[in-house]
């Protein structure tokens, strides 16, 4: 059982599960999307993730015809992104998560593509591409 919020709070929801296939990615396009170094995101099944609040307040950028991500339209967190070949799964931004995450960090992917200013210091497995 996780919680999460966007940083304005309007947005609340919570996930009935265990998080599932978290990767750090790296890519350029999670870099950009996150305004980070990386990206940490894992899977849930979307009937284990309930809106609590503000569901009408997030924004969809639909990225290409298959996935679209969406953001608080007040705050721009991240909290999630779908892909409409894949609906039975919702794809959350871990750092919007406020309770603790247990589960395992499963890789870094997308390795080569990562900042030149981006140090990996851990043992997780890293992969150049997925
Ligand atoms: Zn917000
Ligand atoms: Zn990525």
Known sequence: MHQGECLCGKVKFQITQKITDIIMCHCSECRRVQGSAFATNGNVESKNFKFLSGENNLTEFKENNNKSRFFCCSCGAPIMAK???NPDYTRVR?????????????????????????????????????
């Not at 406020?98 to 997780?124: G, L, R, V």
């Open 83 to 85: 892909l409409k070949n």
């Open 94 to 130: 871990l750092g919007t998560i406020t309770t603790d995450i247990d589960e395992m960090i499963e890789k870094h992917i997308f390795t080569a593509s990562k900042a030149n200013w981006d140090t990996i210091c851990d043992n997780i497995t890293q992969h150049k591409e997925w």
